[in-house]
């Protein structure tokens, strides 16, 4: 079924989004305002928003470490994802998060956790709720090459398999774990591979083609919300910059491999496409572009100009109900 | 059950564990130091392999192995793929079979993963094997806040481990101990978790004590002695009691510094020695305090050293929070002022 040119131009704007929120993170990063590390999107935003896209804004969604985009893509606000980079009170989560640890409940995202597949069975136990209380929510879970070697991702697996959740493991596969190449680590060349292993469909995808990715998640969201389980598809990607915000290490990548997925740009490639099938003029693609860096200006205004926690908020919400402070002498 | 482990001496002394190599430069950041440790032992026994998360060609996320996949092969120095359970898995089966594998876990937090692996195989197999297999393990954690970093990277979960019968727990906070403690640690046929304090990577030190021979593993080391009051530390809190010593010596007060270097298990003789001279004592860990090592210590010095306790003994440490995004972090760290509040506190008796 081929996509409105409203909704490819959404597709665009989402994208763009994504890359121009990265850029100025790492702005402020360099600047030195955003504390900890942050770990960027740029390349992947073909899978994520291509993936976003083909569920509802009630479908429940988690993250990983790598996950500023994830929430752009299902639509969140841009200024508390970034006044939660940092860390001010006016964040998704109050500035005690930090990147790596956003939830953005108001698009349905569940939450991120730095730690590395940590987010594969908490995506089955929320599908699970789901087809309980049945309601028609699936649950799209982002993970990397990297995490699909951790126990976390076969555990996670077999359980929606066996229990034929609603849920879509959209592995993105950007061919590296840190510096280490899922070649090298990963036993099979493809990971959707492993699908096969929970007796459950597995799929690859060119994750630099967004409209490709839709299409795909789509089958695996029509699949999950008729009953018949999860999907395993995986979006073969890269990301362009350092693994994490200075970590300068290249020695584990070819120039010309970078080169090649460099070419592949899909934010280049998407607006190409979108102006030779005459779906947005050159000036209508401005335009969303000249939106698009506006939108993200005023998110860090508003972030820079939010207020910190007060230290005593750290105790904040550590229970449910305040318990008497203990101190630590 | 049988193994093919040759028989060692005494693993608690390692005679042998001084730098090789070229005569040591005067001073050594504490990872270059845990580098050189890591050289040496590979370089004195084949048994002994790296197991880790980007280990080799990147030389681990702090480069404390650096250079050492170069020099020893990739079938010594192992990339492992994402999978901490897998990786302390592994070691387990390697030791059964007369390796010493040394398995870096990149942060802190990564170990829960592996927790499993660790409480319920890796800390009993000698045991549950009557004595038969050795597990000669060694689990490298860079750990404690400080660098900037989120939750997860910054957390010292050291004492679900010293809860855990049967694995050891070292911790150095200077060059020298870095790479003394790391070379007992991998000569040692027991499990040892090797706490490595990364906001003091970077501080430089000589990389040989100056005892001769090396003081055993187990063994505390009295930092400064004084003759007021005992601070109790380890790791990256060493250096911030050593501050504090100086501040209050600058007030009239002789503040003892106790470095513990061994968490488990402790040198109760040289804690009991120390607090029965000062009478104080007051224990700094970066770790939540509530159940940390700190509350073992006071309660074990005030049954064996109740009649010589002047006040009861203090703790400072991580507030009942999980580590505060990066923002906040200097006010959860134990710093100076707090230290020197505590041991003001220990004077109000
Ligand atoms: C349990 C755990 N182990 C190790 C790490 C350190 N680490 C963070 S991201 C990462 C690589 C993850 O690779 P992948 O899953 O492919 O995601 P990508 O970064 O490529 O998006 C590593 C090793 C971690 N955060 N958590
Ligand atoms: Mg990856």
């Not at chain 2, 040892?192 to 063994?219: C, H, N, Q, S």
Request: with cysteine; proline share 7%; glycine share 10%.
């Amino acid at each position: 079924m081929a996509l409105s040119p409203e909704v490819l131009a959404e597709m665009y704007r989402r994208m763009l989004r994504i890359r121009l929120f990265e850029e100025s993170a790492q702005a402020l990063k360099t600047e030195g305002v955003i504390p900890g590390s942050i770990h960027l999107s740029i390349g992947q935003e073909a899978e994520i928003v291509g993936a976003c896209m083909a569920v509802e804004r009630r479908d429940y969604m988690l993250g990983n470490h790598r996950s500023h985009g994830h929430p752009i893509g299902k639509g969140a606000a841009l200024a508390p994802l970034m006044a939660e980079l940092l860390g001010r009170r006016t964040g998704v989560n109050q500035g005690k998060g930090g990147s790596m640890h956003l939830a953005d409940f108001s698009v349905g995202s569940l939450g991120e956790s730095s730690i590395v597949g940590s987010g594969i069975p908490v995506a089955a136990g929320a599908a699970l709720a789901a087809q309980l209380r049945g309601e028609d929510r699936v649950c799209l879970c982002f993970f990397g090459d990297g995490a699909s070697n951790e126990g976390m991702f076969h555990e996670g697996l077999n359980l929606a398999a066996i229990w034929h959740l609603p849920v879509i493991y959209l592995c993105e596969n950007n061919g590296y774990g840190a510096t280490t190449s899922a070649r090298e680590v990963v036993a099979v060349t493809d990971i959707a591979d492993r699908a096969a292993g929970y007796g459950i469909p597995g799929e690859i995808v060119d994750g630099q083609d967004v409209v490709a990715v839709h299409e795909v998640v789509t089958r695996a969201v029509e699949r999950a919300r008729r009953g018949e389980g999860p999907t395993l598809v995986e979006a073969k990607t890269y990301r362009y910059d350092n693994h994490a915000f200075g970590l300068h290490i290249e020695n584990y990548r070819t120039t010309e491999e970078r080169e090649q997925w460099l070419r592949r740009d899909p934010i280049p490639l998407l607006r190409d496409r979108l102006v030779a099938d005459g779906v947005l003029s050159d000036d209508a693609a401005k335009t969303v572009e000249d939106e698009a860096r506006a939108e993200v200006a005023a998110a860090v205004d508003f972030a820079r100009t939010s207020p910190f926690p007060e230290p005593a908020e750290a105790f904040d919400h550590l229970f449910t109900v305040p318990l008497p402070a203990r101190t630590a002498g | 059950m049988t193994t093919t482990h040759t028989p060692r001496p005494s693993t608690l002394l390692v005679p042998e564990a001084r730098p090789a190599a070229e005569p040591a430069p005067a001073s050594v950041p504490l990872a270059r130091a845990l580098g050189a440790g890591l050289r040496d032992a590979m370089a004195a026994d084949p048994k002994v392999v790296l197991l880790g998360e980007d280990v080799g060609r990147l030389g681990g996320v702090f480069r404390v192995t650096d250079g050492l996949q170069e020099e020893f092969g990739e079938a010594r120095v192992i990339d492992s793929p994402l999978s901490e359970s897998g990786i302390v898995g592994a070691a387990i089966g390697l030791a059964m079979r007369g390796y010493r594998p040394v398995c870096e876990i990149q942060f802190d937090g990564f170990v829960y993963p592996a927790f499993d692996q660790i409480v319920t195989q890796l800390s009993r197999l000698h045991q549950r094997s009557a004595g038969h297999l050795r597990m000669a393990v060694t689990i490298r954690i860079p750990y404690g806040g400080g660098i900037h970093a989120v939750e997860h990277h910054s957390e010292s979960p050291e004492a679900y481990f010293a809860h855990t019968p049967g694995l050891r727990l070292l911790t150095p906070s200077t060059s020298a101990d870095a790479y003394l403690l790391l070379r007992q640690a991998i000569a040692c046929d027991d499990p040892v978790i090797f706490f490595e304090p990364k906001r003091r990577y970077w501080e430089r030190g000589p990389l040989t004590a100056p005892e001769d021979p090396p003081p055993p593993m187990e063994r505390a080391r009295v930092a400064r002695p004084g003759t007021d009051v005992t601070l109790i530390a380890y790791g990256p809190t060493v250096r911030t009691c050593l501050d504090a010593a100086s501040a209050a010596a600058a007030d009239g007060r002789s503040v003892e510094v106790v470095d513990l270097r061994s968490l488990a298990p402790l040198d109760w003789p040289t804690l009991a020695d120390s607090v029965r001279r000062t009478g104080r004592a007051v224990v700094v860990h970066e770790a939540v305090v509530t159940a940390g090592l700190g509350a073992e210590i006071a309660a074990r010095l005030t049954e064996e050293c109740f009649y010589h306790l002047e006040a009861p003994v203090g703790r400072v440490g991580g507030y009942h929070a999980p580590y505060p995004a990066a923002r906040l972090e200097q006010e959860y760290l134990p710093d100076l002022d707090r230290v020197l509040d505590a041991v003001d506190r220990a004077f109000r008796y």
